[in-house]
């Protein structure tokens, strides 16, 4: 089982719904990051956060907003979500993050599967 | 041009045999190279890194760099059905730490 864990496992909201995206890690790690996988594409990364400060926010539409209270809680807010975003939603964490971070793999969770209707 | 390219496959390999996933990078600067597995309906789990040329082994799994190519590669020895999954190439790209760009990985199914 691993050490990070996502909530829930599946999702279908409509677009004018608000909801959101819970994930839990108890690896001790000082990283956690938000990846996007759709189908036939590669893992998109959304945001990172190291030490509970957001350090990377790829371009991301502000429909997705993510909140990171403690080092070991991350969320992912949802509203107004398009089809297009339907996808599933991937949680990891690391050790650390940032250039001294290369003996610092990622670990996932379990994913969270959006279907947008 | 894609950062980080895999063919999808499928690749299908016998039973007891070497399968053979290679991945191509464009940055020249990657400084981290990783191999993660993927089956279907779970997430990504880590099987190996490489950071500098040549081969690294653990267990059944070979990890293959060479940078000057731009390649890297991932043997698998005595290929089981268990091994049969979606494998994705990431790379760290110039600037360090983990900040990594996948490839759209490799389905590989072994037969029996």
């Known amino acids: 089982e691993t050490g990070v864990t996502q909530t829930p496992r599946h999702l279908v909201m409509g677009m004018t719904n608000k909801k959101s995206l819970k994930c839990e890690q108890h690896?001790?790690?000082?990283?956690m990051y938000w990846y996007k996988q759709s189908a036939k594409k590669p893992l998109e990364l959304m945001f990172v956060y190291s030490l509970e400060e957001r350090v990377e926010n790829n371009s991301v539409p502000s429909r997705f907003s993510p909140e990171c209270p403690n080092s070991s809680h991350l969320f992912l807010h949802l509203h107004t979500l398009q089809p297009e975003d339907s996808a599933l939603y991937l949680c990891?964490?690391?050790?650390?993050?940032?250039?001294?971070?290369?003996?610092?793999?990622?670990?996932f969770g379990n994913g969270t599967r959006l279907t947008v209707t | 041009q894609k950062e980080v390219e895999q063919n999808s496959g499928p690749l299908s390999v016998p039973e007891g045999a070497i399968a053979s996933l290679n991945c191509t990078y464009s940055?020249?600067?990657?400084?981290?190279f990783f191999w993660y597995r993927q089956y279907s309906g779970k997430s990504p789990e880590l099987i190996m890194f490489?950071?500098?040329?040549g081969d690294k082994e653990d267990g059944r799994f070979t990890a293959q760099l060479n940078k000057a190519s731009q390649y890297v590669s991932l043997l698998i020895r005595d290929s089981q059905p268990s091994d049969s999954a979606t494998y994705l190439c990431?790379?760290?790209?110039?600037?360090?730490?983990?900040?990594?760009?996948f490839g759209t990985g490799t389905q590989l199914k072994v037969e029996l």
């Open positions: 490489i950071y500098s040329n």
């Open positions: 690896l001790g790690h000082n990283a």
């Open positions: 990431a790379v760290s790209i110039t600037g360090g730490g983990n900040k990594l760009t």
């Open positions: 990891a964490s690391s050790q650390e993050y940032g250039s001294t971070a290369n003996n610092s793999p990622l670990h």
């Open positions: 940055d020249r600067g990657s400084q981290s």
